[in-house]
Nanobody, 127 residues
Framework: QVQLVESGGGLVQAGGSLRLSCAAS????????MGWFRQAPGKEREFVAA????????TYVDSVKGRFTISRDNAKNMVYLQMNRLKPEDTAVYYC????????????????????WGQGTQVTVSS
């Protein structure tokens, strides 16, 4: 049974940092891209960042470029999201997800291309 568990969320002041972790279990994830998405109250789920299966490429939504960094440790089945210079508009529930396609050539930003999701971790940034 595939399971993703996010951790590391919390309350932080604007300008602060958090590091989110996602522990994956149930199969080997080293051949699948991993992504982070977020959903703020009253808004649709939004792509944040994704990293290719071999960690050779990553992509970000424009609003977090230069502030967030996605990484992965395939030996540990872990994916991380380092979030720096946080802003109140980053407040949301953050979810990690696994690409449904093994060894995808590119990276998808569409949530429909991810078929396993964690339960989410709340990030709240106060002004």
């Amino acid at each position: 049974q595939v399971q993703l568990v996010e951790s590391g969320g919390g309350l932080v002041q604007a300008g602060g940092s958090l590091r989110l972790s996602c522990a994956a279990s149930g199969r080997t994830f080293s051949s699948y891209a991993m992504g982070w998405f977020r959903q703020a109250p009253g808004k649709e789920r939004e792509f944040v960042a994704a990293i290719k299966w071999n960690a050779g490429y990553s992509t970000y939504v424009d609003s977090v470029k230069g502030r967030f960094t996605i990484s992965r440790d395939n030996a540990k089945n872990m994916v991380y999201l380092q979030m720096n210079r946080l802003k109140p508009e980053d407040t949301a529930v953050y979810y990690c997800a696994v690409d449904r396609v093994s060894l995808r050539v590119g990276i998808s930003r569409r949530d429909l291309d991810y078929d396993y999701w964690g339960q989410g971790t709340q990030v709240t940034v106060s002004s």
